[in-house]
């Protein structure tokens, strides 16, 4: 069984490390390419730009679900086959990096997207533009958006930094000496009362 704790407490390493590594790559990637003056001279318009960023985030929020999810399993696993004591810290710690993901997938990215949606209303409400009715309020829209999109996104890199020092704390966690095993219980004896 600790041979199977152990195998299992691998695993979850090396689960970790590509998570914490995925999410390092991708701050450097998002951080260089999407910034880098090729981009944008490959595609000419801003809201083009953004479009591609919004696919390359909902590939690697796919990726970051896999991870978490495969660290629920593990952390399982490892306490369930092991045998050993409910490692509180670490299931806190991925309690609390999951939960952030989920919101950044779940909630904050599509709302992202939205604003982002309105910021261009010229790309991608070409028709409705051409209405001198709606042109105005349109354009009205696009200037919230524009505020709404800075602020739920200086958020999102918030919360992107937060799940990253999680992880960093979450991969030094798995790192530590496993936990020991449980104790086995000692039968309850029976209390008598006499009178």
């Known amino acids: 069984m600790l041979r199977m704790a152990g195998f299992l407490r691998h695993l979850t390493l ?45 590939r690697f929020f796919l990726l970051q679900y896999v991870c978490a999810g495969a660290a629920s399993l593990l952390l399982f696993l490892e306490w369930k ?25 779940l909630w904050i990215n599509p709302k992202l997207g939205q604003f982002f949606q309105q910021k261009y209303p ?3 409400y070409a028709e409705a533009m051409k209405d001198p009715n709606q042109t105005g309020r349109l ?13 739920w996104h200086h958020i999102s ?25 449980r104790r086995p219980r000692k039968p309850r004896q029976k209390i008598e009362f006499s009178l």
């Open 81 to 105: 086959f092991g045998k050993l004591d409910f490692p509180k810290w670490r299931f806190s710690l991925l309690v609390l990096i999951s939960g952030l993901v989920l919101a950044s997938g």
């Open 122 to 124: 010229e790309y991608f």
């Open 14 to 58: 090396l689960n970790t490390g590509v998570w914490l590594g995925a999410a390092a790559f991708m701050f450097l990637v998002a951080l260089t390419i999407f910034t880098a003056p090729e981009m944008n001279d490959a595609l000419k318009t801003r809201p083009e730009k953004g479009l591609a960023g919004q696919i390359f985030f909902q």
């Open 157 to 181: 890199e918030g919360s992107y930094g937060a799940v990253m020092l999680l992880l960093l704390a979450y991969f030094a966690a798995n790192c530590r000496q496993p936990p020991k095993s």
């Open 139 to 151: 354009k009205d829209d696009a200037q919230r958006a524009d505020k709404e999109h800075k602020k």
